[in-house]
Every structure is written in C-alpha cells, then in structure tokens.
C-alpha cells in the first residue's frame, strides 16, 4: 500500500506546475489526484521542436516532448522571480500519443485527419505517455540546472468494429479536436472502445496511479540528496 495516496508527499512543494493547457490532466490531477492549487503554465515546446525528435521510439519521442515542455515552462518561471517559491516548485511535463502498428498519431490537424486516425483506430492500439518531473538544482555548484524523474506507460485500446457512418456521427461532436488519435474516452467517445487493457486515466492524457508511485520514489531521491 506504499504507493496509495503517496500524491499527499506533494505538499513538500511550495508550488506545483503543470506545463500543459489539457484540460483532462488538469482535471486528473486536481479532482481524481487531489493536488490542490496546482497552476497551470502552457508550453509552445511541442509546436516548435518536436519535428526535431526520431519518431521511431515512440517512447524517446515523448519523454522527450515532455521535458521539454517543462524546461521551457521552468525556465520561463525562472525568469518572472528567481526566489524561494521558485526554489521550491515541482513542475510536471507530459505527451500523449496513440500508436498503432509502429506509426504514431498525435493531435489531429483537422476534420478530415480525425477520421483516417478513428479508421486507423478501429482495431487494438496503444495510448502512450512521457511524463517528467522536475524541479530546480538547489545545488549552486552543479552545472546541471534541473534534477528530473522520467517515466511512461502504455495503454492497449481496443475499439469496437464502426462504419464510416459511425465514425462522421462521432465527428459531428467535435470531440475529436486537441485529442491524440481523434477520440475522447472520458465523453461519448467511450462508446467506441470495447476494451482496455491497463490505466484508464493514461488514456485520457495522464496515467494518475504511475504518477504517484514515481513522485514517490522522487521526492525520496530528493529527501536523500538533502541528507
């Protein structure tokens, strides 16, 4: 039971940072994780850098995307007030994508992209996340400027057999827009998914159980360092 409700050793911080606009993982940390007056900071990483990442690894891809993220975020605070609040900020980055027979699918650019990701989609897939957490060195002597903790997970997604027909309903709803593969689990989309095999939450753009046993396991190697 170690890892259960291990998101209260969130209270060490001072402040806490999400490098993200998601709606989804705002409310996953706050309504389902409890963080309480978590502040939100949004990234233009993704947007300007991530042409620059090998998309073979997906997961080099997407940790990648993600400390990214949350190094320009910081950075960006950093430069607003360097104090003790600062000092004692946990920022936390991540990146979700679908992947499907080796092929990543991120955010769908339009209408008519959504509905070859959901026709891609209609068979066994895999929701994928990078997630880092950071905070600043408060060693001056180091040269490194953040200590970081990275990790993934993976989810298998199965979606029930859909027509074309299915597929146009579904756009109709919009809710294909700023989701990774064109679909939303936490809303009508659910009706297209059969199964999943693994964290529910992970899907919706933050794997919540993970998160608590790696902050854990990172506020520990922090607490240590200071020893």
Not at 46 to 71: C, N, P, R
Not at 105 to 120: G, H, N, V, Y
Not at 204 to 217: A, Q
Request: charge should be negative; charged fraction near 30%.
């Amino acid at each position: 039971m170690a890892s259960l409700f291990s998101v209260d050793k969130i209270r060490r911080f001072s402040n806490i940072v999400l490098a993200s606009g998601s709606p989804r993982r705002k409310e996953i940390l706050v309504e389902k994780g409890g963080v309480k007056d978590l502040v939100i900071r949004q990234s233009t990483y993704e947007e300007e850098s991530k042409a620059l990442f090998d998309h073979s690894d997906v997961y080099s891809y997407i940790t990648g995307i993600a400390k990214g993220k949350v190094e320009q975020v910081a950075r960006l605070e950093k430069a607003k007030d360097e104090n003790e609040q600062y000092m004692n900020t946990l920022f936390i980055g991540a990146d979700t994508v679908v992947l499907q027979n080796e092929k990543i699918f991120e955010k769908p650019k339009d209408r008519t992209d959504a509905a070859s990701m959901l026709k891609r989609d209609a068979s066994k897939h895999q929701v994928c996340s990078g997630v880092v957490l950071l905070v600043p060195n408060p060693s001056p002597a180091s040269e490194e400027e953040f200590l970081s903790h990275v990790f993934h997970e993976t989810t298998d997604v199965l979606f029930a057999p859909i027509d074309d027909a299915t597929i146009e309903k579904y756009l109709d709803l919009n809710e294909w827009m700023d989701k990774a593969g064109g679909y939303g689990i936490q809303a009508q989309g659910a009706q297209l998914i059969e199964s999943i095999s693994g964290d529910y939450y992970n899907v919706m753009g933050f794997p919540l159980c993970r998160f608590c046993k790696e902050l854990r396991l990172f506020i520990e190697s922090l607490e240590h360092l200071s020893t």
